[in-house]
C-alpha cells in the first residue's frame, strides 16, 4: 500500500507528498516477474537440450538395472522398468510445457472471440452464450476436465482440447466484461461514424484493448494447465506410459515410495513443482504491476 508522509505544520499545499509503498510494491512485482521468467526460460533450455543433458533416451530401457537407487550411470536412478529417471525428467518437460502452452492458448483464443462477440453484439446473442458457459463454469474445474477427458480419450490432441474447454469459459467472461465497458467510449463511436465494419470495430479496436487482463491471468493458467495435465495423467486420463510426463511418472512410482524407493516420484514432483511456480511468479507480478500502474 502507498505510504504519504506530510508535514504536519507549515502550508500542505507547498509540502511534497512522497510515495513510498507504490514503488515498493513495483519493485516487488519486477523481482517475481525476473525470477518467474528466468526459472521457466531453465525449464525451456533444459527441454529444447534434453538429448544433450542425458545420456539414457526417453524410453530406453536398462534391464539389468530396475529400481537402482541414484548414483552410477543413473543420476537419479531407474524406475520399475529400468528406465533412467534423470532422462525421463527431462523429456517430460517437454511434453508439459507443449501441452500446457498449447491447450492455455487455444483457451485464450476460443474464450476471447466468444468474449468479443458476446460483450459487443449483446441481446440474445450474448444471452446465449453465457449461459453455456455458465454451463461449463458451474462444474469443479478439474471434475469437469475428468469429464471431458473420458469423453475424448487419451493422446495429446485430446489433452490440449481438455484442458482449453476447461479454461476458454474464464477468457470469455472476461473479455466480455472488457468489451461491454470499451464499446461506450468514444473511440468506439468515431470508428463507427468513419464507416468501420463490426468486423473492423472488433478487430482493430476492441479486440487489442481488451486482452491486458488477458495477458496477466494467462501465464497463471499455464501453471494450473500443468496441474491439471498432471492430475489427469496421475489418474490414466492423461499421457500414458511409456511416454515421459510428470504426473504419469508420480503415478508409477507411488507404489514404491512405501518401499523407501523414494527416486521414483520425488524428482518429477518436484519438476513439477518448480515449473508451475515459475509460471505463478510471473503471473502474480504481471497482476501486481498491473495494479500498480491502476493506482
Not at 510445457?97 to 449483446?122: D, E, H, N, R
Not at 487482463?213 to 499455464?222: D, F, G, K, S, T
Amino acid at each position: 500500500m502507498a505510504e504519504l508522509r506530510a508535514a504536519v505544520s507549515g502550508d500542505s499545499a507547498q509540502t511534497p507528498v512522497v510515495v513510498a509503498g507504490g514503488d515498493r510494491d513495483s519493485r516487488f512485482a519486477r523481482r517475481m516477474i525476473i525470477v518467474g521468467a528466468t526459472i521457466l526460460s531453465l525449464v525451456a533450455l533444459v527441454a529444447v537440450f534434453a538429448p544433450l543433458l542425458s545420456p539414457w533416451g526417453e524410453t530406453e530401457i536398462d534391464p539389468a538395472n530396475t529400481l537402482v537407487a541414484p548414483g552410477g550411470n543413473h543420476l537419479l536412478g531407474t524406475d520399475g522398468n529400468g528406465m533412467d529417471i534423470w532422462s525421463r525428467v527431462l523429456y517430460a518437460a517437454r511434453l508439459d510445457l507443449g501441452i500446457a502452452l498449447a491447450a492455455v492458448a487455444l483457451a485464450v483464443v476460443v474464450g476471447t472471440l466468444l468474449g468479443l462477440v458476446a460483450g459487443y453484439f449483446g441481446g440474445w446473442l450474448d444471452d446465449v452464450l453465457m449461459r453455456v458457459v455458465d454451463i461449463f463454469q458451474s462444474f469443479p474445474t478439474f471434475i469437469l476436465a475428468l469429464a471431458v477427458a473420458a469423453l475424448l480419450g487419451n493422446g495429446t490432441i485430446n489433452l490440449i482440447i481438455t484442458i482449453a474447454a476447461v479454461n476458454a469459459p474464464a477468457y470469455a467472461r472476461l473479455v466480455r466484461a472488457e468489451v461491454r465497458t470499451l464499446r461506450e467510449l468514444p473511440f468506439v463511436d468515431a470508428a463507427i461514424t468513419s464507416g468501420a465494419s463490426p468486423v473492423g470495430v472488433l478487430w482493430r479496436h476492441l479486440l487489442p484493448n481488451s486482452l491486458t487482463p488477458v495477458r496477466v491471468i494467462a501465464p497463471l493458467n499455464c501453471g494450473w494447465a500443468m496441474l491439471t495435465l498432471a492430475g489427469l495423467s496421475f489418474l490414466g486420463l492423461g499421457v500414458s506410459i511409456p511416454d515421459a510426463e510428470w504426473g504419469a511418472m508420480i503415478s508409477l512410482g507411488a507404489a514404491d515410495v512405501v518401499g523407501g524407493r523414494w527416486w521414483t516420484s520425488v524428482p518429477p514432483g518436484l519438476a513439477l513443482f518448480v515449473c508451475v511456480l515459475g509460471f505463478s511468479l510471473l503471473g502474480e507480478g504481471l497482476q501486481d504491476r498491473a495494479n500498480a500502474k491502476r493506482r
